[in-house]
């Protein structure tokens, strides 16, 4: 544990420097300028949203123009794919199936390559963008927490946060705004299908123990760090130590038996 400010420990220098760019004479730091831009303008959204969250009634609705959706789709999307864990990720599969490792060169290569392949881009930010956004406000003492890989996915059923296979049915996405704002991107389909009226401001009322459910889905995605507006990782650490066991998967079953006659009872 250390203090630091969030620019300090949020972003790596060069992280997507264009080697092939540069050689042909351009700016080799285009990606990283197209991100700070996104950013500064998505900054700008997010900062009205919140002025508007923290005075609204439950249930209230906030306006979210068309340009504004586009924006923040893109910017959730881009803030999934950019990290170092998806990279990490991407070169793993590429050395499982090339039976080596690849370089640091390579795989920025191949990270950025992916950054720009429309199709892929495209589809998170369809599915984010089509979703139903909801906003919940945590008056508790427990801070919303954020990591070095802040869009966190977790299943339809609540059962467990996920990395790979987050556009699978029923899946959305999860995004602390600030410490007592977190974004609920939830696909219009399983059981999400009616939460359309419930866009806007959220009715229900976070516990700090629904707070720290989510704060376990930023340990679970992040890459190295964890960020807290507080000195208090207890709940993280311990968390941490169950990643790639069964044990939540275990008492989430016992807390939700199926019906008798169903396929999971089968």
């Known amino acids: 544990m250390f203090v630091t400010t969030p620019g300090s ?9 264009l080697d092939a760019v540069a050689e042909l004479g351009h700016d080799p730091l285009t990606m990283e300028k ?13 900062s009205q949203w919140l002025d508007w969250i923290r005075v609204a009634k439950p249930g209230d609705p906030i306006p979210i123009p068309e340009p504004n959706r586009d924006l923040v789709a893109l910017f959730l999307s881009l803030q999934f794919l950019r990290t170092a864990d998806a990279r990490d990720i991407l070169a793993r599969l590429a050395s499982a199936s090339t039976e080596g490792s690849l370089g640091k060169a390579e795989q920025r290569s191949l990270h950025i390559e992916a950054l720009w392949d429309d ?9 984010i963008r089509s979703a139903e956004w909801i906003f919940a406000r945590n008056m508790t003492e427990v801070p ?5 890989n802040p869009v966190a996915f977790r299943s339809a059923d609540n059962s467990m946060w996920v990395k790979v296979g987050v556009l699978g049915p029923g899946t959305y996405a999860v995004y602390p705004l600030a410490p007592d704002v977190v974004m609920y991107c939830h696909p219009r389909e ?10 806007g401001v959220s009715p229900v009322s976070l516990t700090a123990d629904m707070v720290d459910s989510e704060n376990m889905g930023q340990v679970f995605m992040a890459y190295r760090l964890v960020m807290s507006p507080t000195n208090d990782f207890a709940a993280a650490r311990e968390f941490a130590r169950t990643i790639g066991t069964d044990t ?6 016992n807390r939700n038996p199926p019906k008798p006659g169903s396929a999971a009872d089968d």
Do not use: M
């Not at 420990?9 to 420097?17: D, G, I, K, L, R």
């Not at 939540?248 to 079953?253: C, G, L």
């Open 9 to 17: 420990v949020a972003a790596e220098n060069a992280f997507y420097y």
């Open 34 to 46: 197209q991100f700070a831009d996104l950013e500064g303008q998505v900054a700008c959204i997010t």
């Open 119 to 127: 199709e892929l881009v495209s589809g998170f930010t369809s599915r």
């Open 144 to 148: 919303f927490v954020t990591s070095d």
């Open 190 to 199: 399983g059981p999400w299908s009616k939460v359309a009226a419930f866009s």
């Open 248 to 253: 939540y998967a275990e008492q989430w079953r």
